[in-house]
């Protein structure tokens, strides 16, 4: 679980922040903080099919789902069982 | 009628809102043709002004070349004042078949479709060739009409980080399952003035089977040893998917731009792009003056190799002043100021100096990046860029900028 939080925290720093200096925990807002904008979910929502095997519904990848590392970790783990 | 107080009242609110940010548009109206002299009437009311324009598109000063305008007026005699009519009913005259002729061999394309602008173009575009079982890969900073384009789309969307080759290249393996893969970029960035890396980008295509997709508004007639454009200073003519690019910059600046690109695309552009389909064809008139561009610009490379030398001048006159400039070599020249009402003050004392150049700030441009865009043409001659080099660093004296670092300006003015 650990692990996975790390991976997704390194993808999304990579993926969307530019000021390095940026800081970003579990737990920082992604979508309602403006950090990933809905657009660019799509692409994070398809690291995460490839990454863990698994499909994520359309209807579960909601703004409110991905507004966080920790909230993502719970959805996919939702889907790994 | 139902424009109630409760209607109006809203309105207005909003527009307050667009004040109190700072980011309220007002237009400077100009008495005189489009030239590197215009006279320009600000604030409104106020006596006409006598300013060299250091932020036209009119990189080859064509605007009111005589010759084009000589066209224009025989376009007018010959083919008349309007068309009243979409292409595909009754708006296509001979001219127009020649001008998109012209815009094939000029690009180094396989066909081209004329519409009514580029933003047109880039609106119509995405969702003529892709479906929902395709994906469209854009850099961060592509134009806004590429944006509303790819909004209009049923393909998926994904971006890559500026320019970053190993990001685009990341996102092709992660979208390899798709149908279709278009990757979208700009061939000139207009805000920043840096050109796309179109030779990696197009051996990246290759590599992952996609598409690749460049508006080449900001470079159609004057980047390239012949003006072909960015994929001619890369070296990649003719492996260009689709080029889009306007007839309202450097190629005369009146209105109209393309699709032109592979036939197939072109194609489906005329079969199925709505702005193509429900808006009026492209004035005679305007045809005709484009007609006339593309005919001197394929006799001479003049009018770039002088933008060229008078792009050098300027790059190294304020670079050795000790302004921040952003990288590049295009005639897009972003002074870097830093802070939105720096840029703003700065611009109001260069119209006093006579030199009209327009600060940008959020959300133009990124939080912290204002600055002043000029843009050289070759209508400037020497001593137009040298007046306006002149007021440039007395405008830098006055807020003492000359010689700052950005954290330095920052820190004076704020970001």
């Known amino acids: ?81 | 009628m139902a424009y109630s107080d409760k209607v109006r009242n809203i309105y207005n609110g909003s527009l307050d809102e667009i004040r109190e940010k700072g980011i309220f548009k007002q237009e400077r109206y100009i008495h005189s043709s489009q030239a590197a002299d215009i006279e320009v009437e600000f604030p409104t009311g106020s006596a006409l002004k006598k300013v060299i324009n250091m932020c036209a598109n009119n990189y080859l000063g064509l605007s009111s070349h005589p010759d084009v305008i000589k066209a224009a007026h025989e376009g007018l005699d010959t083919r008349g004042y309007g068309m009243s009519s979409v292409r595909f009913i009754c708006g296509t005259q001979d001219i127009h078949k020649e001008l998109e002729r012209k815009v094939t061999e000029f690009l180094g394309t396989e066909d081209t479709i004329l519409f009514p602008s580029c933003m047109d173009a880039n609106a119509g575009v995405f969702e003529a060739i892709l479906t929902k079982d395709d994906v469209m890969i854009s850099d961060r900073l592509v134009h806004a009409s590429i944006i509303d384009g790819i909004r209009l789309a049923p393909a998926m969307h994904d971006t890559f980080k500026h320019s970053d080759m190993a990001h685009l290249e990341e996102k092709l393996q992660l979208h390899a399952d798709k149908r279709l893969k278009v990757v979208i970029t700009d061939g000139v960035f207009s805000m920043d003035g840096d050109t796309a890396k179109l030779d990696e980008m197009a051996a990246l295509c290759e590599k992952y089977d996609a598409m690749l997709f460049v508006d080449e508004s900001h470079s159609s007639g004057f980047i390239g040893k012949t003006g072909r454009g960015t994929h001619e200073k890369y070296g990649v003519m003719g492996k260009i998917d689709i080029i889009t690019t306007t007839f309202g910059k450097a190629l005369g600046g009146a209105s109209g731009g393309c699709v032109s690109g592979r036939k197939e695309l072109v194609e489906m552009c005329r079969q199925k792009a709505r702005p193509y389909l429900f808006s009026n064809t492209i004035a005679p008139v305007v045809v005709s003056g484009v007609n006339t561009v593309l005919d001197i610009l394929s006799k001479s490379t003049e009018r770039r190799d002088k933008l060229e030398k008078n792009t050098e001048f300027w790059r190294k006159g304020l670079t050795e002043a000790g302004f921040v400039l952003k990288d590049g070599d295009t005639p897009i020249v972003p002074v870097m100021l830093f802070n939105a009402k720096l840029s703003q003050d700065f611009s109001k004392a260069l119209y006093e100096e006579g030199i009209y150049a327009i600060g940008f700030f959020f959300p133009v441009v990124p939080q912290g990046q204002a600055r002043i865009r000029t843009q050289i043409s070759a209508g400037h001659e020497m001593h137009h860029l040298e007046k306006a080099l002149e007021a440039f660093i007395k405008v830098g004296k006055k807020f003492d900028i000359l010689g700052k670092t950005k954290q330095e300006i920052i820190a004076k003015y704020g970001q």
Do not use: H, Q
């Open chain 1, 1 to 81: 679980m650990d692990e996975m939080k790390d991976v997704v925290l390194k993808y999304v720093i990579n993926e969307y922040l530019e000021d390095e200096d940026e800081v970003l925990t579990y737990d920082t807002p992604l979508i309602s903080g403006g950090i990933v904008d809905s657009f660019s979910m799509v692409s994070l929502k398809r690291f995460l099919e490839n990454k863990y095997k698994i499909s994520i519904p359309d209807d579960k990848a909601t703004p409110e789902a991905f507004d966080s590392v920790t909230k993502i970790v719970k959805l996919v783990n939702e889907f790994l069982k």
